[in-house]
């Protein structure tokens, strides 16, 4: 599996030109020594490593953001829940007030429910983005990455369809999106 991870040159993106990838460039290899076999079973892609990498957790709080794609609305439920089981609890004590307060907006603008992935995802401040979700509780999700109660969204290619959030590190998990067509 290739570990690579890829840098936007912002200089080279000025001068974009359709079918000329050259602004991405290769930077380094995911590193991923000390995982142990079993990490490496259950998170074959580094995806831990790789948000683990963006975060900052110190006493003022989380200083970057992190969007991972995913080719479908299951997926990123999945990772949601894979990152939210094996990140640090140090997680769950950022922005809890706030994490909360999301959480009540959430479960009220779906009639008093929620799933038990956000339930358990919400409390790291991660969430998925998917056409599952009600436009209601998009809204909600998308507002609670930029004001940065949310600090990570597992997310399908709907959220790039005219939705501006930023982030330090796009993980794309796989060049494939939804059903691939075959004849």
């Known amino acids: ?13 000025k001068n974009f030109v359709e079918d000329d990838p050259s602004f991405i460039e290769p930077v380094r290899q995911l590193e991923l020594t000390n995982y142990t076999n079993e990490m490496k079973k259950i998170d074959p892609d580094g995806l831990i490593a790789l948000v683990k990498e963006v975060f900052d957790v110190s006493p003022d709080g989380l ?23 094996n990140l640090p609890s140090e ?9 909360l307060k999301l959480f009540n907006e959430l479960k009220e603008a779906n009639s ?5 992935t956000l339930r358990l995802s919400l409390q790291y401040g991660i969430a998925y983005h998917h056409s599952g979700l009600t436009t ?13 109660v949310l600090f990570l969204l597992t997310c399908t290619s709907t959220l790039a369809a005219g939705v501006n959030l930023p ?10 999106v939804g059903m691939v067509n075959s004849f």
């Open 1 to 13: 599996m290739d570990k690579q991870i890829f840098q936007v040159n912002k200089e080279k993106l």
């Open 91 to 99: 997680f769950k004590s950022y922005k809890r007030d706030l994490k």
């Open 63 to 85: 200083k970057e953001s992190c969007l991972i794609f995913c080719s479908s609305k299951k997926n990123c439920e999945n990772v949601a829940k894979l990152l939210s089981e």
């Open 167 to 176: 982030a330090k590190r796009v993980i794309i998990r796989s060049p494939y």
């Open 136 to 148: 209601d509780e998009r809204n909600l999700i998308e507002t609670g990455f930029r004001e940065g």
């Open 112 to 116: 008093n429910n929620i799933c038990p």
